[in-house]
C-alpha cells in the first residue's frame, strides 16, 4: 500500500508550513551582515550625529567586514526614509533626541516613532549647560531665578531655532522657575552663543563642548548642567537639582533604531555589537571629546526612555504653545 501523501492531512501540513516560515524568518538572522548597511542620519555632515556615526560604523565595518554608509538627510526626510527601509536590518537611523522633539514640535510628521521604529539601544547621553553672560549680576541658579523674577520680560535666551532642543530646555527651565523670559531664535546655536559672550544675550543652553572654551576665557559664566548628574568635563558645575531648580532634566541623546518588524534576532546582533563598540577606549576617549558619555542601553531600555521622553516633550510643547509649522 502506497503512503499518503503529507499534505492529505491539513494538520500536518499546516504545521509544516509554519514551520517553514518559522525557518525563513531565521535564516535572514543567521546570515546577517551579508551586504552594506546604511545608517541614515536625520541631520546635516559635520554635526554630533554625524560625527558619532562615521566614528561608530567605522567600527562596525572593521569588525563585521561590510561596508557602513553614511547617508545624512537632514529634518523629517531621514526618519521617513528609515521608517519605510526594509526590516532586513541593513538600514538603521542614528538619530539624536531632535527625534522627539520634531514629532511633539510639527502638527504632522511623517512617521510615529513609537510605531514604525524598533528601539535598538541609546547609544550616549549628552548634557547640556546654562551659561548666562559676565555682565550678568548672578553667580548661580537661584540668583539667576530671583533676579529674572523681579525683571518680568526683561531676560531673554538664544536658541537654534524654534522648536530645537535647546528652545525645549529653555522653555523647560520658565517652567519649573516659574519667570517669564523672552525666547530668541537664531539660525543656528553658535550665532546664539556669540551674542551672549558679545552681552547681546543673556543666557543660552548648549553643549558643555561649545561653552568651555568661551567660559576658560571668562566670556560665559556656566551655572548649571542640565543632566541629574554632573558632566565628567566639568566635575565643578552642579546640576540644575543641586543648583535650586528640582525636578529640572533635559538630557541630549543619541540611539540607533531599526525600521518596525526587524527581526528580533537581528536587533539583538546589532545591539550586542554597538554596545560592544561604545565601550572601546579609543571610541569612550572621541565620545568624551564631544561632550558625551557612554550608555548602550538594551532595546527594552531604550524603547521604555522614548516614551517617556515623548510624553515628556509633548506636554512641554502644549504648556508653551511651541510649533514648528
Same mark, same amino acid.
Given at each position: 500500500?502506497?503512503?499518503?501523501?503529507?499534505?492529505? /492531512?491539513?494538520l500536518r501540513a499546516a504545521l509544516?508550513?509554519?514551520?517553514?516560515?518559522?525557518?525563513?524568518?531565521?535564516?535572514?538572522?543567521?546570515?546577517?551582515?551579508?551586504?552594506?548597511?546604511?545608517?541614515?542620519?536625520?541631520?546635516?555632515?559635520?554635526?554630533?550625529?554625524?560625527?558619532?556615526?562615521?566614528?561608530?560604523?567605522?567600527?562596525?565595518?572593521?569588525?563585521?567586514?561590510?561596508?557602513?554608509? &553614511?547617508?545624512?538627510?537632514? +529634518?523629517?526626510?531621514?526618519?521617513?526614509?528609515?521608517?519605510?527601509?526594509?526590516?532586513? +536590518?541593513?538600514?538603521?537611523?542614528?538619530?539624536?533626541?531632535?527625534?522627539?522633539?520634531?514629532?511633539?514640535?510639527?502638527?504632522?510628521?511623517p512617521f510615529n516613532t513609537i510605531?514604525?521604529?524598533?528601539?535598538?539601544?541609546?547609544?550616549?547621553?549628552?548634557? /547640556?549647560?546654562?551659561?548666562?553672560?559676565?555682565?550678568?549680576?548672578?553667580?548661580?541658579?537661584?540668583?539667576?531665578?530671583?533676579?529674572?523674577?523681579?525683571?518680568?520680560?526683561?531676560?531673554?535666551?538664544?536658541?537654534?531655532? *524654534?522648536?530645537?532642543?535647546?528652545?525645549?530646555? +529653555?522653555?523647560?527651565?520658565?517652567?519649573?522657575?516659574?519667570?517669564?523670559?523672552?525666547?530668541?531664535?537664531?539660525?543656528?546655536?553658535?550665532?546664539?552663543?556669540?551674542?551672549?559672550?558679545?552681552?547681546?544675550?543673556?543666557?543660552?543652553?548648549?553643549?558643555?563642548?561649545?561653552?568651555?572654551?568661551?567660559?576658560?576665557?571668562?566670556?560665559?559664566?556656566?551655572?548649571?548642567?542640565?543632566?541629574?548628574?554632573?558632566?565628567?568635563?566639568?566635575? *565643578?558645575? @552642579?546640576?540644575?537639582a543641586e543648583a535650586g531648580l @528640582?525636578?529640572?532634566?533635559?538630557?541630549?541623546?543619541?540611539?540607533?533604531?531599526?525600521?518596525?518588524?526587524?527581526?528580533?534576532?537581528?536587533?539583538?546582533?546589532?545591539?550586542?555589537?554597538?554596545?560592544?563598540?561604545?565601550?572601546? @577606549?579609543? &571610541?569612550?576617549?572621541?565620545?568624551?571629546?564631544?561632550?558625551?558619555?557612554?550608555?548602550?542601553?538594551?532595546?527594552?531600555?531604550?524603547?521604555?526612555?522614548?516614551?517617556?521622553?515623548?510624553?515628556?516633550?509633548? +506636554?512641554? &510643547?502644549?504648556?508653551?504653545?511651541?510649533?514648528?509649522?
Amino acid at each position: 500500500m502506497s503512503r499518503p501523501a503529507l499534505t492529505s /492531512n491539513p494538520l500536518r501540513a499546516a504545521l509544516i508550513v509554519a514551520a517553514a516560515a518559522l525557518g525563513s524568518t531565521d535564516a535572514p538572522a543567521q546570515n546577517y551582515p551579508s551586504r552594506p548597511i546604511r545608517v541614515i542620519v536625520p541631520s546635516a555632515a559635520g554635526g554630533g550625529g554625524d560625527i558619532v556615526a562615521r566614528a561608530v560604523g567605522q567600527k562596525l565595518a572593521e569588525s563585521w567586514g561590510q561596508q557602513v554608509v &553614511v547617508d545624512n538627510r537632514n +529634518g523629517l526626510l531621514g526618519p521617513e526614509l528609515a521608517a519605510k527601509a526594509d526590516p532586513d +536590518g541593513y538600514t538603521l537611523m542614528l538619530t539624536t533626541s531632535a527625534l522627539i522633539v520634531r514629532e511633539a514640535v510639527y502638527r504632522k510628521v511623517p512617521f510615529n516613532t513609537i510605531r514604525d521604529f524598533a528601539a535598538v539601544t541609546q547609544l550616549v547621553t549628552q548634557s /547640556n549647560v546654562l551659561s548666562v553672560t559676565p555682565s550678568l549680576p548672578v553667580q548661580s541658579i537661584k540668583e539667576l531665578i530671583a533676579y529674572a523674577k523681579t525683571r518680568p520680560g526683561q531676560l531673554n535666551y538664544a536658541s537654534g531655532g *524654534n522648536g530645537t532642543s535647546n528652545h525645549l530646555a +529653555g522653555e523647560l527651565f520658565k517652567y519649573l522657575a516659574g519667570v517669564d523670559i523672552v525666547h530668541v531664535p537664531y539660525k543656528g546655536v553658535p550665532q546664539g552663543l556669540l551674542d551672549v559672550i558679545g552681552g547681546r544675550m543673556h543666557m543660552s543652553f548648549t553643549s558643555p563642548v561649545a561653552a568651555m572654551p568661551a567660559a576658560k576665557d571668562g566670556k560665559l559664566r556656566m551655572l548649571a548642567v542640565t543632566t541629574t548628574r554632573r558632566f565628567s568635563g566639568l566635575p *565643578n558645575v @552642579p546640576t540644575m537639582a543641586e543648583a535650586g531648580l @528640582p525636578g529640572y532634566e533635559f538630557t541630549g541623546w543619541m540611539g540607533v533604531f531599526a525600521p518596525a518588524r526587524t527581526p528580533k534576532a537581528i536587533i539583538n546582533q546589532l545591539h550586542a555589537e554597538l554596545v560592544k563598540i561604545i565601550r572601546l @577606549p579609543d &571610541v569612550k576617549e572621541r565620545l568624551a571629546g564631544d561632550g558625551a558619555e557612554a550608555v548602550g542601553s538594551t532595546p527594552q531600555e531604550f524603547s521604555t526612555y522614548v516614551d517617556s521622553e515623548l510624553k515628556k516633550w509633548g +506636554g512641554v &510643547v502644549k504648556k508653551a504653545g511651541i510649533r514648528a509649522d
